[in-house]
């Protein structure tokens, strides 16, 4: 395409080249030569403005039909035999070829997760990541369920028929509690030095479930475990209600009500005032003004005591909740399901 203005002609064919060189292609769009054309046009007089705009405008749509262009050409590739065995050893040219990682994006639950982490990182939790199989013991015994506990059938949970040390299924875990007593032995050594464990523990939790609209087998939660000396429950309220302020970015009000966990004592439900009603109701708050967000409480001597915490001397407090409902709820999304289904539309709303 020719431009007329010399100075954008002169742009254009800059841009060009540095296309030809771009490694990631689409970064032609974010050059400051672009951006400059449209600075520019603010200051010139009006009656050059119209025409220079038209220009700096074609010349943005030709650069990205150019990234478009490019993007349909790296696209077109040769069918894998996906049954074949991947020889390892064929040298990396030879190899069959993939998708470029730039036609990818990142899932929105991961980049919601790591926004979460941050917040909880500037709070002083480190973060530990669950596990996707585990066995009897973390998942029931060390939280205070013990062989025969009316509870355990509360989790109707996956199991695999290969089985651990004490003959018992391996289990594809319900809930991140699983690693409660893992990181109160790993972090044990904090309340020693005079410290605190205060640990996030987000991971990806799997449950038998009928599935709906806010149901799916496979979701993300967010488990959190802060032992001290002196802790209370008022602790925990204000360490969630911190968070979820900064997550949501308003005030918002929040209430608890009790509720039964075995490794809990007391166990509430923690629900906050509706981020897009201010409690007036709405569908997404089921009219009520209140969201029940999540489980916590405060640990159990017992899950202590298993952890060889003592807990005449330390208390703590615990929570397990959503990551998936937590997203949901902050863009408006419908339906659970959206994020397994791997469809690009959904997606690509959020790349
Ligand atoms: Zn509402």
């Known amino acids: 395409m020719a431009y ?79 049954t074949a065995p991947f020889d390892i050893n064929v040298p990396v040219d030879q190899r069959p070829k993939t998708l470029p990682a730039e036609l990818g994006s990142q899932h929105p639950l991961m980049t919601e997760l790591y926004k979460v982490l941050s917040i909880f990182n ?10 996707e199989v585990d066995d009897d013991y973390h998942m029931f015994t060390s939280l205070n369920f013990p ?17 651990d040390a004490n003959g018992k299924p391996l289990i594809a875990p319900a809930h991140t509690s699983t690693m409660q007593n893992r990181v109160l032995k ?63 970015g308003q005030a918002l009000e929040v209430k608890t009500q009790p509720f039964y966990f075995p490794f809990t004592e007391p166990s509430f439900e923690f629900a906050l005032s509706c981020p897009f009603c201010q409690k007036k109701g709405c569908a997404v708050c089921s009219q009520s003004g209140w969201i029940e967000l999540l489980g916590c409480g405060m640990i159990h001597p017992n ?38 289904a791997g469809k690009l539309d959904f997606l690509r709303q959020f790349s």
């Open 186 to 248: 790993q972090f044990k050594g904090n309340l020693e030095a005079g410290g605190s464990i205060a640990v996030v523990i987000p991971g990806r939790v799997f449950r038998n479930e009928d599935l709906d609209a806010r149901h799916e087998h496979t979701f993300y939660q967010l488990e959190g475990v802060y032992v001290g000396r002196g802790i209370n429950a008022g602790h925990l309220i204000a360490t969630l209600k911190t968070f979820l302020q900064t997550y949501y």
């Open 4 to 82: 007329q203005n010399p100075h954008l002609a002169e742009t254009a064919e800059n841009l060009k080249q540095q296309f030809k060189e771009l490694d990631h292609k689409p970064d032609i769009l974010k050059a400051v030569e672009l951006k400059a054309l449209f600075d520019e046009l603010k200051t010139l007089p009006p009656a050059e403005r119209a025409g220079f705009g038209k220009e700096a405008n074609q010349l943005r749509a030709e650069l990205e039909q150019m990234v478009a262009d490019h993007q349909s050409q790296t696209v077109s590739l040769a069918p894998i035999d996906i």
């Open 303 to 340: 899950v202590l005591r298993e952890a060889g915490i003592d807990p005449e001397i330390y208390t703590g407090f615990a929570w397990g909740g959503g990551i998936d409902r937590l997203v949901m709820m902050k863009y408006d999304i419908e339906d659970i399901r959206h994020f397994e």
């Open 122 to 131: 500037r709070m002083g939790f480190a973060a530990v990541e669950s596990r």
């Open 147 to 163: 062989e025969g506990h009316p509870a355990r059938d509360d989790y109707d949970t996956f199991m695999t028929t290969q089985t």
